[in-house]
């Protein structure tokens, strides 16, 4: 019994990151109907940023701070460099282009930094604490609960609550409408990349001291996590990002505890399989979009 607990605690943890990265996705498929295959290429640049500010100042929250800001900043530079001059008539073009971008963004970390893994430090301590006994989540883990926690209401305050979230919502989903009232549509629609280019850039950075070390690649498995938590909620559907995040987190979890950590890719892929065949609308899909 305490193992289950330990192992649903963890997954839990695990599945708040791969939350805030599902989350991103989202946001690029809700404002452009794009799946941004490049966002863990991104979230990695973004980590190697806070790498050399860290390296520089000897500041932990320098380098995190400056790794949110290149987030940004990158989101938008992607938009208005690349995908806004790419032919969004054929759905595929996005997508090569995409993986255009893993490639170069990689290629580009791997002459600078080199393809030796560097050390991803942590804030806070991994060891798990103790309660009646029972190992429990870590200052680490705490800390990914609440940056994910914040980030998620955050993205539902400025939606639901400001005028800026409901031109967004507008933009994406009736453009000309929205233009025709006024609406800086491409201007929204920049926003929306740099705001989900954020959010990979906090995610990657959550996740990365808890692998191997930071590495151009270091985010490959993560992003194919993420983006079958994005699948599992459906890509329409923030809160569905949220919720299929920790159900592949508690997923990977449990059989990596009790099946062996060689089964969780194919763990993945087989509960990415189903939600395709099952539902390929996603769990939260609307009745609408499911009938598509």
């Given at each position: 019994m305490d193992r289950f607990v330990f192992l649903t605690l963890?997954?839990?943890s695990r599945g708040a990151v791969y939350a805030a990265f599902a989350l991103a996705l989202v946001l690029i498929w809700r404002a452009a109907r794009i799946v941004n295959f490049a966002q863990g290429a991104m979230a990695v640049a973004t980590a190697y940023v806070a790498y050399s500010v860290s390296a520089a100042t000897g500041s932990y929250w320098l380098g995190f701070l400056a790794a949110l800001a290149a987030g940004l900043l990158l989101g938008a530079a992607v938009d208005l460099?690349?995908?806004r001059f790419v032919d969004h008539r054929s759905p595929l073009n996005p997508v090569i282009v995409a993986l255009g971008l893993v490639l170069l963004i990689q290629a580009v970390l791997g002459m600078v930094y080199g393809n030796e893994f560097l050390p991803a430090e942590a804030p806070f301590s991994r060891s798990a604490l103790t309660v009646a006994g029972v190992a429990v989540l870590s200052p680490y883990d705490l800390f990914a609960f609440a940056a994910v926690g914040v980030?998620?209401?955050g993205l539902a305050w400025i939606f639901t609550r400001t005028a800026v979230g409901l031109r967004m919502r507008a933009a994406a989903f009736a453009p000309e409408v929205s233009r025709l009232l006024g609406v800086n549509v491409g201007g929204m629609l920049t926003l929306g990349w740099a705001l989900a280019s954020g959010v990979g850039?906090?995610?990657?950075m959550l996740?990365?001291?808890t692998e191997l070390g930071l590495h151009p690649h270091a985010m490959d498995l993560v992003f194919v996590s993420a983006f079958t938590a994005a699948v599992v909620g459906g890509l329409d559907s923030p809160p569905g990002?949220?919720?299929?995040g920790l159900a592949v987190g508690l997923l990977l979890s449990y059989v990596s505890g009790y099946a062996g950590s060689d089964l969780t890719p194919l763990a993945v892929l087989v509960l990415l399989l189903a939600v395709l065949l099952v539902r390929p609308g996603g769990l939260f899909a609307p009745v609408a979009a499911r009938r598509v």
């Open positions: 963890d997954g839990l460099a690349v995908m980030v998620v209401v850039a906090l995610a990657g996740v990365i001291p990002a949220v919720v299929g």
